[in-house]
């Protein structure tokens, strides 16, 4: 049962990466509509001290392979950062991290 599962993580990747060339990746979506709601339901509190702890911290590895991902498929990056621009850079503004 346990080998089993293995296939599941070796085909993840995959269905991402294929998804997202195709312009509909439920994965993607999904991670942009975490990101969103981190920003959204955080005060500016933290978000401040988010920001002041996270300057040379290493960044997890989950999110390095998404920032890889994004840096190498053009398309996918356009439409996560659609989805994700307006509402934080609107929680930015109101906290007064951006003029």
Same mark, same amino acid.
């Given at each position: 049962?346990?080998?089993?599962?293995?296939?599941?993580?070796?085909?993840?990747? %995959?269905? @991402?990466?294929? *998804?997202?060339?195709? *312009?509909? +990746?439920?994965?993607?979506?999904? =991670?942009?509509? !975490?990101? %969103?709601?981190?920003?959204?339901?955080?005060? +500016? #509190?933290?978000?401040?001290? #988010?920001?002041?702890? *996270?300057?040379?911290?290493?960044?997890? #590895?989950?999110?390095? &392979?998404? %920032? !890889?991902?994004? &840096?190498?498929?053009?398309?996918? &990056?356009?439409?996560? @950062?659609?989805?994700?621009?307006?509402? =934080? %850079?609107?929680?930015?503004? #109101? +906290?007064?991290?951006?003029?």
């Amino acid at each position: 049962m346990i080998r089993g599962r293995y296939w599941l993580f070796a085909a993840l990747p %995959v269905v @991402f990466f294929a *998804g997202a060339a195709l *312009g509909d +990746c439920p994965i993607l979506d999904r =991670i942009a509509s !975490k990101v %969103v709601a981190k920003y959204q339901s955080a005060s +500016c #509190e933290q978000l401040w001290q #988010e920001r002041a702890e *996270g300057q040379g911290k290493p960044k997890p #590895e989950e999110e390095q &392979r998404l %920032v !890889k991902f994004l &840096r190498e498929d053009a398309q996918a &990056r356009s439409e996560f @950062f659609s989805k994700v621009s307006a509402p =934080i %850079v609107n929680k930015m503004f #109101e +906290c007064g991290m951006i003029p």
